[in-house]
């Protein structure tokens, strides 16, 4: 018996036809994500703001996490970085 399944139960035979079509998850289309500078929530240029909707974190987590590593590996390092990010992201008003 092709696509039939015999269920055996208390003597007496029931047939239980197979579902020849499988139940099909619908997946959420991924959204493809890009960085850009987000000019809504900015406080120098939205460079910060930018990452934090990339990352989907709070901007002032994102914000305090950088002034911490700008500090602790000298200012320099970390004002090369944001001015080097400010050329290269593109502004996006959201």
Not at 21 to 47: C, M
Not at 59 to 78: A, E, H, Q, S
Request: aromatic share 6%.
């Amino acid at each position: 018996m092709a696509g039939k399944k015999v269920k055996k139960g208390s003597g007496a035979k029931k047939v239980v036809k197979k579902s020849a079509k499988k139940t099909q998850e619908k997946k959420p289309k991924q959204v493809s994500k890009k960085l850009y500078r987000n000019k809504n929530n900015q406080i120098i240029s939205g460079v910060l703001a930018g990452i934090a909707d990339y990352l989907n974190y709070d901007p002032t987590i994102i914000r305090l996490v950088f002034i911490l590593l700008t500090l602790v590996t000298g200012i320099l390092p970390g004002i090369l970085l944001y001015i080097l990010a400010v050329i290269l992201i593109p502004k996006k008003v959201f």
